[in-house]
């Protein structure tokens, strides 16, 4: 075995530096809770971002409202903290109007599957190429504490204080049915594992949702902690066939040990490859219209 | 005075009838030939069934701003729904029907039963000349048509080429056959005595005839969306505004341009200012109830300060209320709705031509002010037909006109200026990086709640709004009729304009001293020129399509002066004669009070 | 073989006014287009509520807005024609305030997968028993035919000119995702399953799905017709088992050739239990805590 | 006159540091033994971090209406965040902080060094008194808590009762660490030589002392909601209405009573809209951003005449805006938000008892008037604490206090009636079957766009609310202050009552005559009082929490006369003595312009 070699805190800092994923970090430090899970996500950005290349000015995060939805501030590239809810449809509108961009989307489970959720079906069967990553922590936390879609039944918050019976939301069958062409589960505590996945989302051609299982360690003290959470998760089958939809949505179904990592992924025209067409064909159209 | 010919037509019948379809070819025949055209077509609220259509044309030789409240003739091709239509027409105007109609009729429900006296009667066997020329009895209406412009000798042709172009996609057998039927009632007309006093004069020689086109108000909303370069839109359906992304959804392809029906009105205006955060020319449209909907996504608009663009024609209300039918009671909405002090500004077009310049107009003000710009009209304008006439298609500054910011390192998007505006990046640019945010913020585009950076911010996002009412190209007040002091003021925005300028101008044919002022721009509110007007006048008449007096309100709220309010909520525009009365009433009122002849 | 009997009107008429079903009906006759499938369930709605002996009082009919929401006004039940999309919500609440009312909410694909969209997957986790007839036409009826999140591709309508390019949803698979615990498919043209189907939704505790494949023939004259559809609709298999959430969601996903029938059920709390349930810990804790 | 204990005092220290607990416990304590109490604390806007938190707690011997603009006594906890408060204190008043703070402070940072002359400072050595008591330094909190209850000799036992009440839940052990720095504390305190002179009397004796409630005016409305025996509730989290939800989830079911935590403002209003319409005492509550949502469906039960209730709590905008401070500026959205002409009711309570009687008076009016009421308050008022007397618990009449139809064939659900309500039925009844819509609709319920039915049923809706202003238990107005003919009247609404009536109290000792008003009813609008005030007023002063003041603007459309706007966006409520020097200048104005001394 060949020793391990000591690590110098002052080196670490520097490779860092110059690895360049600092430059995708704003001056801001982050206003989450010491421990909330989204530190992750911002870390696994930031390195996607810049193992890909993308320019931080080609970049832009669109968010809802919700500690989730804070993340824009953070990072610095172009950002769109906007209405509760309405990050997608938001996102739509800046990819729609300038393809170039990299768009994210970023939500809270409040954001994407309360309030927001009439607008995940149409971003996923359009197929808009952007990423939606979504922080589910089963709770609203900037409220302080109230019940959520995907809060487990016999959760008890402050409106359900004598806890929840409502059954939760299974997002990921949900994209699945709606259509997702790139859906794909990660965890908060595993940050290798996401900042994996979150490169392999800004990858696909197509709409990517990337579902993060993510402690609250402010208002979640029972449920989904890290301690429960390092239990339960575990790694697909190493078999998976991610092309094989049936598959995937069986997957899907086992929300007691969820399974982290790609689930579904094909790739068909997105809303602007499709926008693309339109114009081509009424431009045809035009044209013979205007011989005729 | 020459003799002006000034007529009104209503065609009335049965859905299914085609009564809208030869309206159509009547003023797109009479707009050919030179003469001033305007038109409003009543359709039925149901999908189905057999609902009532009317299809209303005035025509003129010089310009008219309203549809008549009464008509010169009326052509009944059902007699049901004509009968309530009956009294419209003025004494000695023609009433032309079918002398032996489709269904027998029950007693009393054949409309020569309904004639006033002084009314001048045309009966004519539409189904058998319709058979006889066509073997169908279906073309009853262009026969019908055929015997108005017989009677009245309108140029044959222009109503053939009129017909030609309505059937140009379809059958050649659809067209000869209209035509055929045409013919035949031109025929039977021109052979009749024409016992009514309806003249119909040759159109004065207007160099540019041929240039006029026959727009509605949608219509011209899209060609000034197109003239100013749209580049994306964003919709939901919605009469009376479906017509709109109808339109633009087969030109906007054809011009590179991008548009999406979205899933709800909600996120309509979410990917506009989406769109218009990223640096596009971006519009959705809507109605009362979809407005209601985008209120707090407009309010993100304002407090990030986004440019976009919000049509919104107007139906009636509350809530459902009356999808076919007018009003303009979505006024406070437009001007105060969703929460808190958001500021944005509201263009009320008047006429047709006014619907394509406020639409142009209205993307450069978002983009020159950064903020949701409302172009608001009502179902009356949004269909209502004119003719127009279009010499500066082009006019319109590009998008590219307002200086964005130069990027630099510690760049402040929401800078403090002297103006309230602030240099605008957008994504792309290197140096411009912000986030945009519904959060009260500093300079940066950082969250703050400190006290001074809200009182700070909340008047710059006002301030700046204060030098729209000085954009070029807009008329934001329009004063009409005599000036100087006068007796008599209408105050008025939007469709009913029309009407009010057609009353002052038969009172002041009454000697009655008045004067007509529109308010274009309601947000921000003009209260100089408005004041200057109101001084003016020795009584105030504020007419408008809605019960609360929307309007009058706002006026009061501002310039804190009373005006007498004449409010109406039938679903239809307002009356002209109803208007007349009304301002004889003020001129009586006052000369009394003033003791003046 | 028995000579067949003659059949006259009169006797007919008879028959079914003497059978109940017409009391349902309202005076209003019904304003859709001759040959519209929405008659088919009016129909089979009354037959259902008739069959069933539910009184006209205790039922309530909720719809949002469209020409599949003009329902209520035909039907001489209780009624409310809300908004465009809220027939949902609004039924929750009539339920939640009173459940003894029999509460069916209607609507049509843009109501329901478009402006709704957020309100279905929470009425169906809820388990919120009430019955939801989605009349799905593919395409916006009231509004003269625009195009729908339903509308195949290639579709032409006044807002898709040069061809609907959107991947259409799958209304029965998202539900199923959702958690329905009830979800079946009819057809218009097939009026004696549809009346079948409606029964059963009716009688299911919980929250039921009914999608209704309906054509336009005013604004659809190539696509969703009568002629086309009754080509491609079968029967669910004769072994389906509809206890069994995979096999629904593999059936669901064949939408070239649509199965009727019941796709999936199951039993679960509804929220009205859960509520009363919340009631009686909350009492308990009371209790113990004045005890205390 | 006697001598009035009338003192507030503040507490300032980080997220952690316990600050708004013990404030907590104060104001308990005092109000325990039969002080007036009110009280308003500020949180961060962030969830973590160390942000700053102040208990401003002001105590009376008798009944105060607002906080005061300055402090008597100010507890730092984090000098950090208390050195810019500071300026508060009064002078002679004092200024408790800790001679030996936890973390060592960079020079200029400790409180010592930015006092003023006439500040008297108490220099306790917190730290270590917390950690001799407790073995800990977390109680610091209690041990500041402890000297000030020592130094001005308040009743220990009533503290100790405080304290014990606060951790019952707790384990012993910390409420036991909690009483021993609170002794320690008391004790320091007591040997302190009190050089400052605050003085704080014992209470005037009130026989129901022990009645008194310590409430917030969120916990006023959940408080006016049971008693009103409210039967479904909906609603969705948001900032400052969130409490409201979180309580009734507590306090409903124990009554049998329904919550349902919904996936939107949306789903809330429509769900609260379909159990109104099923016969329950329905609910929900939200802030702008969520009203702004709901103003569609609001015009459903416009339209459709449902009754429901809907409170609002506003916060700094526009947009997300400023989620943790105050504003006013959602009247407009209140009292206009939706397309069409859509009245409903608007009800602003200016104390916490006001939102107990609003609350429950909401109910009766949405039932009688078949109509959506709309209570509105503001963050200010929704965590203000003050004592409340609730001696009438019960008083607010059950749901079947209006008489609804008496079945029978032919029922018409929109019968047109002399007061405009028509006889009601609900799901269930038999006889009562109808069809309600947001289309406008005949006197059965049927669709129709008819223009004489749009006309009837449109005033119909608006002529049935103008008895509103009648509803016995409601002051749409009322009038305090200088009777008769006063120099000065303010004219105001909702939480700035409080400071407005301060000020006028003050002013009013300084010989200036005046009076103040507040408009509880926004709308339908009380005309007639507020115009007999206005009548009475040389000037009106309009103080209010919003930029374009919005109230103001509503009067002048109301009642179409001037006022002097005093607007006010920091994100916190008025201050006393800024509204005092705006009636003096105004009485200096008028005395000037009238020659009188
Ligand atoms: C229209 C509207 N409704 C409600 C809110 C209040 N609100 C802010 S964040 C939030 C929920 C946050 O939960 P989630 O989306 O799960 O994000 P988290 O804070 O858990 O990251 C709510 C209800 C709002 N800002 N706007
Ligand atoms: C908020 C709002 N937006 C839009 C509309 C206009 N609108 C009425 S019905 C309808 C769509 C109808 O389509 P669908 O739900 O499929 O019903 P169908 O008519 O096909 O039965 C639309 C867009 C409306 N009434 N309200
Ligand atoms: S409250 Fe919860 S979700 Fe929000 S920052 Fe803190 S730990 Fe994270
Ligand atoms: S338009 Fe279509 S959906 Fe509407 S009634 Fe007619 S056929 Fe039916
Ligand atoms: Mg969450
Ligand atoms: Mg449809």
Redesign the pocket.
Known sequence: MIPQQPVYLEDKVDEIRQSGRLDYRSQALPTWCPGCG?YSVTEGLADALNDLQIQKENTVIVS??????RFPFFMDTYGFHT???RALPVATGIKVANEKLTVVAI??????F??GGGHIPHAARRNVNITYIL?D?G?????KG?V?PTSAIGFTTSTSPFENRDTPLNPLLMLLSYGASWVGQTYAGWPHHLAGLVRQALEHPGFSYLHVLSP?VTFDKTDRTYQNLDLAVRELDSDHDSSDLALAMQAATDTSTPALGLYYTSQRETLGQALDQVALRAGAAAESASLG | MAYHTDIQISICGSAGDGTIAVGDIFKRAMAHVGYRVIAFDQYPAEIRGFGKCIARTRVATSRVYSMKGYSDVLVSLNDMHAIPHVGEVRNYGALIYDSAPMSAVAEGAHISGHLKPGHIPYALPMREVSELATGANRSRNFVALGFVAGLYQLPQDAFHHAIAAKFESKAAAVTKSALAAFDSGFEAGAASYQFDDVRIDAPRGRKNAHEARMMTGNGAIVQGCLDAGIETFFGYPITPATGIMERLAVEMPRRGARLVQTEDEIAAISAAIGAGYAGSRAATATSGPGLSLMT?MMGLGVMAEVPVVIFVSQRGGPSTGLPTKTEQSDLNLAVWGGHGDAGRIVLAPTNVEGCRRCAGRAFELAEQFQVPVIVLVDLYLSNRYETVFLQDENEFLPKDWKQTATPRAGYRRYELTTDGVSPRCIPGEVGGIHTATGLEHDEYGNPSDSARTHTLMTEKRYEKLQAAIKHPGINFTKRFGDSGKVEVGLLTWGSTFGEALEAMLLAQKEGIRCAATKVVMLSPFPVRPVLRFYKDCQQILVPELNYTGQFAKLLSGEIVLPVTRISHTTGAPLDVSTLLEAIRKAARKHRRQHNTT
Chains 1, 3 share one sequence.
């Open positions: 989204y809802g409202i919700g500690c989730a939805s209405l509760h809810g939500g809270g489970d409040g954001d994407g309360a309030i922080f922590n709770i609203y936390g900037l409220t109230q959520s609250c | 707090e």
